[in-house]
């Protein structure tokens, strides 16, 4: 091997883990927000869910696990104008993940972790006995 071929050899192999382990030293655990990561899917036909959102940029569909939606709940024994509804207790019971065509998104927002929706999917949570 020649001292060109080892000098690229250091440059693009070695060099590159040595910086990314410097790096990964550096960094505070303690810094890192470990709260959970909902988003918000807006639909073009104006409904929107809640859930842990799954992106690939090769596919043409959107994937939202454990999926909330607002419902009209003014008949209900709260009498509320909406309620927050996980998805999967309809009539068709669907399956546990939600597939969303890009072309019917309007909007992707993150979720506050502070906010109403995540208050009240923690809230629902808490009352299904299940963990975030």
Excluded: C
């Amino acid at each position: 091997m020649s001292a060109r071929e080892l000098r690229l050899m250091l440059v693009w192999l070695v060099l590159p883990i040595i910086l990314a382990v410097l790096a990964g030293a550096t960094i505070d655990p303690r810094l890192v927000d470990r709260r959970e990561r909902l988003a918000a899917v807006f639909l073009v036909d104006g409904q929107a869910y809640f859930g842990h959102l799954e992106e690939n940029a090769l596919s043409g569909t959107l994937i939202l696990r454990d999926a909330y939606y607002f419902q009209d709940a003014r008949n209900t024994t709260a009498d509320y104008a909406v309620a927050l509804t996980r998805r999967g207790t309809e009539v068709h019971e669907p399956a546990a993940e939600m597939r969303i065509r890009r072309e019917h998104v309007l909007a992707i927002e993150r979720v506050g972790p502070d906010s109403p929706v995540a208050k009240a999917i923690a809230a629902q949570r808490a009352l299904e006995g299940e963990k975030p």
